[in-house]
C-alpha cells in the first residue's frame, strides 16, 4: 500500500509562524487592487507603497510499507501577504500598482524558475539537502531581481525602465509558461 509521508518546509518566517495568515495565490487572471494592500505604512517611510511577496515550497516522500523511497512530489506557489503589503493612499498613481504588480509577477517568475530546476535537476541519495539548496539560490536570485527592479527604475519613478522591465518579466513569464504549475 503505497502512503505518502509530507515534509513540509514553509520557507517564509511568517509563513511558518502563522499558516492562517491571509494570503494570495499568483493568478494570470488576478491582477492586485490596493484593497489588496492591508497593512500600515510605517511613519516616515519615503516609500509610496510595500508588496510582501514570497514563495512557498513544500515536498513529500513517497513510502511503501512505511520505508521511504527517492520518489517524492513537490509544491511551489507564488504568494501575496496582504496584512504585510501596504500603500501611502495620498501618493499612489496606477503607474505605482502596476509596479507592485511587477515584484508579484517576479515571485511568480522564480516559482517557475524553481519547478523547473527541481523537475530537471538529477538528484542524489541527498534530496532533501540538494532540494533545500535549489530553494536557496532561486530565493537569492529573487531577491536579487527584486533589489536590481527597484534600483533601476527608482521604485517606478523612471517611467522608461520601469516600461522595459514590466515588458521584460512578462515575456520572462511567457517564456517559462511551461512551468506555470
Same mark, same amino acid.
Given at each position: ?13 511568517? @509563513?511558518? %509562524?502563522?499558516?492562517? =495568515?491571509? &494570503?494570495?495565490?499568483? #493568478?494570470?487572471?488576478?491582477?492586485? #487592487? *490596493? ?12 516609500? @509610496? %507603497? #510595500? ?19 527517492? !520518489?517524492?512530489?513537490?509544491?511551489? =506557489? %507564488? ?6 503589503? *501596504?500603500?501611502?493612499?495620498?501618493? @499612489?498613481?496606477? &503607474?505605482?500598482?502596476?509596479? !507592485? ?9 522564480? %516559482?517557475?524558475?524553481? &519547478?523547473? &530546476? ?6 542524489? +541519495?541527498?534530496?532533501?539537502? !540538494?532540494?533545500?539548496?535549489l ?5 537569492? =536570485?529573487?531577491? !536579487?531581481m527584486? +533589489?536590481?527592479?527597484?534600483?533601476e ?11 522595459? *522591465? @514590466?515588458?521584460?518579466?512578462? =515575456?520572462?513569464l511567457?517564456? #517559462?509558461?511551461? *512551468?506555470?504549475?
Amino acid at each position: 500500500m503505497l502512503r505518502f509521508l509530507s515534509i513540509s518546509l514553509c520557507l517564509l518566517l511568517f @509563513v511558518a %509562524a502563522d499558516t492562517a =495568515e491571509e &494570503r494570495i495565490a499568483w #493568478s494570470e487572471s488576478y491582477k492586485l #487592487s *490596493w484593497s489588496d494592500f492591508k497593512g500600515t505604512p510605517k511613519t516616515g517611510n519615503t516609500f @509610496v %507603497a #510595500s508588496t510582501s511577496s514570497g514563495l512557498s515550497f513544500s515536498y513529500g516522500f513517497k513510502t511503501i510499507n512505511g520505508v521511504p523511497t527517492d !520518489e517524492f512530489t513537490f509544491e511551489v =506557489e %507564488a504568494y501575496f501577504y496582504p496584512q504585510n503589503s *501596504w500603500y501611502d493612499p495620498d501618493r @499612489v498613481s496606477p &503607474r505605482v500598482l502596476q509596479h !507592485e504588480q511587477t515584484h508579484f509577477d517576479i515571485t511568480e517568475l522564480h %516559482a517557475r524558475l524553481l &519547478r523547473k &530546476r527541481i523537475a530537471e535537476f538529477n538528484f542524489s +541519495s541527498n534530496i532533501k539537502d !540538494e532540494l533545500d539548496a535549489l530553494y536557496d539560490q532561486v530565493e537569492r =536570485e529573487r531577491r !536579487e531581481m527584486q +533589489s536590481r527592479y527597484d534600483l533601476e527604475t527608482d521604485h517606478s519613478v523612471i517611467r522608461d525602465q520601469e516600461a522595459a *522591465w @514590466v515588458a521584460r518579466v512578462q =515575456e520572462l513569464l511567457k517564456q #517559462s509558461v511551461a *512551468w506555470k504549475e
